[in-house]
Each structure stands twice: as structure tokens, then as C-alpha cells.
T-cell receptor, first 115, second 112 residues
Framework: DAGVIQSPRHEVTEMGQEVTLRCKPI?????LFWYRQTMMRGLELLIY????????DSGMPEDRFSAKMPNASFSTLKIQPSEPRDSAVYFC?????????????FGPGTRLTVL | LAKTTQPISMDSYEGQEVNITCSHN???????ITWYQQFPSQGPRFIIQ???TKVTNEVASLFIPADRKSSTLSLPRVSLSDTAVYYC?????????????FGKGTKLSVIP
């Protein structure tokens, strides 16, 4: 298995632009998670899907952030409009069962820089 | 929500055993303790998980005392490649564990 796939690996954009991050979870996994990592705040959970349904989005910082999972093999995290403070590494992870405490498999991350 | 506390950083020489302790005073009955490892420029990777007493795998051992208010990740004979950030998490493996947080972890630096 190729593991969790994320694209792009790096993204540089200007403030105000729309950014879309993509994730393909491991085949057969029922849960998908989006995280954001910064030096200041560490690794933060943004949103969590179980069987393609958003379960908890309380970690999404504000309305500029949105996430979708149209099917079991694809998810997107969108930021519109982007701001410099959104600069971070965004990780997608998936797990076999629908609980955060079960083993999560992380992708390589997308490093986002907003100028 | 079980909160965890772990040291910000640790240093160790190659070949030594490293023990990283995590405090989780308000751990719930159904909570499991999980440790992840993160290398620079990579996503975290699951290392080990346990509920009580001792768990051992090919990478590490996890020691959990009877009161389960703390746990210790033990890495035997570390090498330079074990330099990474280690995260301790506590949560319920059943449905509903929605607020698991990684925090900032413990940065382990292995010195030659």
C-alpha cells in the first residue's frame, strides 16, 4: 500500500488566494483526520471524518477553513481566503476504526506558505 | 478530556536507554495510552499502545503503573536515528474519542 497520499507537498501562495489541499487515505480505512502543525501550537486536530461524514470540526480555526470528503478515497481541505498566519504544515491521517485513539497513519504533509 | 504532560526535551548519548515519562492524572477508565514518533519533515508514526502494566514490541516498551496516572516510554539502546519528537496521547478507542490532542511532545536528541 502506498500509504496516505497528500498533494501538493509544498504550496506557496499570496494572501487572499484560495488554497486547496488534497488527501487520499489508505484503502479500507474508515476514518480521516486533518491536522495542522506549527512551532507555536504543535500538532492540532482540525477536523475528523468517520465513513465520509464530518464528526467533529471544532478544531477548524474559522469560517475560512472548510473540509470535504466526497467519497472514501478522497478529501480536501480548503482555505479561502488564505492569510499569512495559515502558514503551517498540514497533515492528513487515516485509521481503520472510527476513534482518534486507534492507530493513525499519517501522510507526508503539505507545507503551506502564505505570503 | 485526559490531558497529558511530558518534558519538552531530553538529551541522551548513543547506546543508552531512554525513558520518557508522561503524566495523565485524569485518565478515564476506558482510555488507552498511545505514543507516536515524529521525525523532521515527516508525519507522526505510531510506536506503541497500552492499557495497563507493560507492553513491548520491536521498537519500544511501555510501562504503566497500577493507578495509570502516568506512563513511561522506554527506548533501549538509542541510536542517532532515534532523534525525533515523541508524543504521548490518552483516549478511548471506542467511538466518541473526538478530542485527542498531540500537543508539542518531547524532543529527544541523541548525541554521538
Amino acid at each position: 500500500d502506498a500509504g496516505v497520499i497528500q498533494s501538493p507537498r509544498h504550496e506557496v501562495t499570496e494572501m487572499g488566494q484560495e488554497v486547496t489541499l488534497r488527501c487520499k487515505p489508505i484503502s479500507g480505512h474508515n476514518s480521516l483526520f486533518w491536522y495542522r502543525q506549527t512551532m507555536m501550537r504543535g500538532l492540532e486536530l482540525l477536523i475528523y471524518f468517520n465513513n465520509n461524514v464530518p464528526i467533529d470540526d471544532s478544531g477548524m480555526p474559522e469560517d475560512r477553513f472548510s473540509a470535504k470528503m466526497p467519497n472514501a478515497s478522497f478529501s480536501t481541505l480548503k482555505i479561502q481566503p488564505s492569510e499569512p498566519r495559515d502558514s503551517a504544515v498540514y497533515f492528513c491521517a487515516s485509521s481503520l476504526k472510527g476513534s482518534l485513539a486507534n492507530e493513525q497513519f499519517f501522510g507526508p504533509g503539505t507545507r503551506l506558505t502564505v505570503l | 478530556l485526559a490531558k497529558t504532560t511530558q518534558p519538552i526535551s531530553m538529551d541522551s548519548y548513543e547506546g543508552q536507554e531512554v525513558n520518557i515519562t508522561c503524566s495523565h492524572n485524569n485518565i478515564a477508565t476506558n482510555d488507552y495510552i498511545t505514543w507516536y514518533q515524529q521525525f523532521p519533515s515527516q508525519g507522526p508514526r505510531f510506536i506503541i499502545q497500552g492499557y495497563k502494566t507493560k507492553v513491548t514490541n520491536e521498537v519500544a516498551s511501555l510501562f504503566i503503573p497500577a493507578d495509570r496516572k502516568s506512563s513511561t516510554l522506554s527506548l533501549p539502546r538509542v541510536s542517532l536515528s532515534d532523534t525525533a519528537v515523541y508524543y504521548c496521547l490518552v483516549g478511548d478507542r471506542g467511538a466518541g474519542s473526538y478530542q485527542l490532542t498531540f500537543g508539542k511532545g518531547t524532543k529527544l536528541s541523541v548525541i554521538p
